[in-house]
């Protein structure tokens, strides 16, 4: 199973009845929401299908962006050739 990001990207409000709907939907699991967004796990398959008709909706798959290494190293002095 795959982790995916539906985002609204339409003015006004997101439909509130898409949280039960999304939710009656075997395959699909929702793991947290917001007004506008839904983290959601399933098969791409799915979720395409689950959310084809509803206008102002963007599928996302989660992706990671690793945080950098907060100690960085000293580079090593070249040797000295005298």
Avoid: C, N
Avoid at 5 to 10: E, F, P, V
Avoid at 14 to 20: C, F, H, Q, W
Avoid at 26 to 55: C, H, N, T, W, Y
């Amino acid at each position: 199973m795959s982790r995916f990001i539906l985002r609204y990207s339409g003015a006004g409000t997101a439909l509130p009845e898409l949280t039960e709907r999304l939710r009656e939907i075997a395959g699909i699991k929702v793991l947290d929401s917001s007004a506008r967004m839904f983290l959601l796990e399933g098969s791409q398959p799915d979720l395409d299908r689950a959310v084809k008709d509803i206008a102002g909706w963007q599928l996302i798959p989660e992706s990671f962006t690793p945080l950098p290494d907060p100690r960085p190293k000293l580079g090593r002095r070249a040797a000295r050739t005298t």
